[in-house]
């Protein structure tokens, strides 16, 4: 009897067709080819496991099911907000740069960030290298629309944050430049001094978090 509790909850957790192996293992251990008479008891005790494993199958089928309509929501939630994020700071191109200002006429690079995230209903600190510390760190590589992006353009300390942006796509990033003077589209490929002083991404648009952890064990009441 304790073999078929052990291996019917290793089966739960291993397998993904849970309701057919369950009964695989339990006729195979039970009724189809018992190895010895089965008492009364023995058998209303089996089937008091069966009972019992079938509701937790049907438990865990509904939170996977719950789950990955979850994860669904929170990835187009999370899609929606890097759209808004990009149609804000569009409409922001042309705007004058100014050291120091933080909108809605003029901007420098941390203020234009910070203003746009903010439409977005995202609070992110005010200077560039407070906000190079929080989210996720992301690497050129794996960059994608609406992660910030950030830049030590002072030669004299080149490990040091002093310019922010936000990426778009296809190697495009859009900032308040200093050096245009006003909010603009830049790509990396065609001005390479971005991606030589390129330092790091940060992702802040992956608040929504889903719990995919699944019960390693169920207990049999």
Known sequence: MTQSIVLSQLLIIKQWDLQSEFNNIYNTLTFNNPTYPLKENEYR?????????????????????????????????NRKIRHQVELYAKELLGTH????????????????????????????PRNSRAQA??????????LKRGDMVFFATNKKQLARVNHVGIYLEDGKFIHASSGSKKVVITNFEEKRFYKTHFLWGRRIINTYKVNKSIPIAFTFL
């Open 97 to 124: 740069y100014v050291w120091g200002a933080t909108g809605p006429n003029t901007f420098d690079c941390s203020g234009f960030t910070q203003n746009v995230y903010r439409t977005a209903g995202i609070k992110i």
């Open 45 to 77: 005790f089996y089937d008091a496991i069966r009972l019992a494993t079938h509701k937790k199958i049907a438990s865990l089928n509904l939170f996977t099911l719950q789950n990955k309509f979850l994860i669904q929501n929170c990835y187009n939630e």
């Open 133 to 142: 510390k929080i989210g996720q760190y992301i690497p050129y590589e794996k």
